[in-house]
């Protein structure tokens, strides 16, 4: 396994950014694909942003050119860059990393997006 650890994390105004990061203890997390992951009160947990370990990238539709994922694989992190933020952005982000056994996740960052 591979602890992750989110960070970045607050409250910001409608129209605001935030930028996300994510940091694992191990060399390894550069081979897996790394996921953002978001769930608000009373709602599903769903996908954000993806990236591959060669920079591919996907989003939600709903954060589509909003917000932008990136890695840095030689300081074994993972960033979600989130700008024009919506009170619907409001959930705790989770970052995640998928490799050939079980789904690893952090501990989560809450963002609460609001006037």
């Known amino acids: 396994q591979v602890p992750l650890v989110e960070s970045g994390g607050g409250l910001v105004q409608p129209g605001g950014s935030l930028r996300l990061s994510c940091a694992a203890s191990r060399s390894i997390f550069s081979i897996y694909v790394m996921s953002w992951y978001r769930q608000a009160p009373g709602k599903q947990r769903e996908l954000v942003a993806a990236?591959?370990?060669?920079?591919?990238?996907s989003y939600a539709d709903s954060v589509k050119g909003r917000f932008t994922i990136s890695r840095d694989n030689a300081k074994n992190t993972v960033n979600l860059q989130m700008n024009s933020l919506k009170p619907e952005d409001t959930a705790v982000y989770y970052c995640s990393l998928n490799g050939p056994g079980p789904r690893q996740w952090g501990q989560g960052t809450q963002v609460t997006v609001s006037s």
């Open positions: 990236i591959t370990s060669g920079g591919g990238t």
